[in-house]
């Protein structure tokens, strides 16, 4: 609902009701405001399935998304599907995390990924994102994309069935099979959940980097098409960009680039 801050103290406040207070003078902060429930949250983790022995050596279905943290683009989700044959390529080919590599090399490594492994892109454009996000909150968003991604890729490479099913996680396990149980095709067996699912199967590192690539050509479509460098990411950059939209046409010129519930 809203982050401030105040004496050094971080105060966050969830749709769920909870309010989080961090920093040195968290506990003093939270009795100002009445009765509470203390929970230290470095000690919370949420509880997610052990992960299959040798799971980096087995046929995988891996899963990423890129722009959720950007102002401006689209949102893109990508299912990948890495049978254990491909693996050794995949290494020679140079694909890992796509945060350690640089744009024109991921851009490159996206069009021989696409010729070498199946694969399902989805890309979400602000203007959609727009239309959606008020039914849709960021999170179930996200799920609706990667299990609507995964139950494409399935169906595309069957009769071949993946050993696991992997999705680098950005929300705890049961939260997203409640969400997927509200999709019409809900993906809820074999599902995996880890953060940086990119180093535990190249399968996830493969989607990252379509999912990237992709994310950066629809970024340069946009730039083109309004006639202005828009920035990746979130800040003061992307502030006077936005500013400068408004000038020129308004929040509805706007909502076509940029991700208005930021």
């Known amino acids: 609902v809203f982050t401030a801050k105040k004496n050094g103290t971080t105060i966050t406040a969830y749709t769920s009701g909870k309010v989080m207070f961090q920093g040195a003078n968290a506990e003093k902060e939270a009795n100002c405001w009445g009765e509470k429930q203390l929970t230290k949250s470095p000690q919370v983790k949420s ?58 090399q991921i851009i490159q490594l996206a069009n021989i990924l696409k010729d070498t492994i199946p694969y399902q892109l989805l890309v979400l454009t602000p203007k959609k994102y727009n239309e959606i996000q008020p039914t849709y909150n960021a999170v179930r968003m996200k ?8 139950h494409l890729l399935l169906k595309k490479i069957a ?10 996680q950005f929300t705890p396990e049961t939260n997203f099979k409640k969400y997927a149980r509200l999709e019409q095709n809900q993906i809820q067996e074999k599902l995996y959940f880890v953060t940086k699912g990119e180093q535990y199967h190249l399968a996830v590192a493969a989607a990252s980097i379509i999912s ?11 730039s083109a098409e309004i006639g202005m460098n828009l920035p990746s990411g979130a800040g003061t950059k992307s502030d006077q960009i936005a500013a400068k939209i408004l000038q020129q046409g308004g929040i509805s ?6 991700k208005l519930h930021f």
């Open 143 to 150: 799920v609706a994309l990667h299990n609507q991604a995964i």
């Open 159 to 168: 009769p071949a069935k993946p050993d696991a099913i992997l999705i680098d």
């Open 47 to 104: 509880k997610t399935s052990a992960l299959p022995e040798n799971l980096s050596s087995l046929s995988v279905l891996g899963s990423d998304e890129v722009g959720n943290g950007s102002y401006f683009g689209p949102l893109t989700v990508c299912a990948a599907y890495v049978d254990q044959a491909k693996l050794k390529q995949l290494k020679q080919l140079g694909v890992r995390d796509s945060k350690e590599l640089k744009d024109p």
């Open 253 to 258: 010129l706007l909502a076509n680039y940029a």
């Open 212 to 222: 990237r690539a992709s994310f950066l050509e629809e970024l340069d479509k946009e």
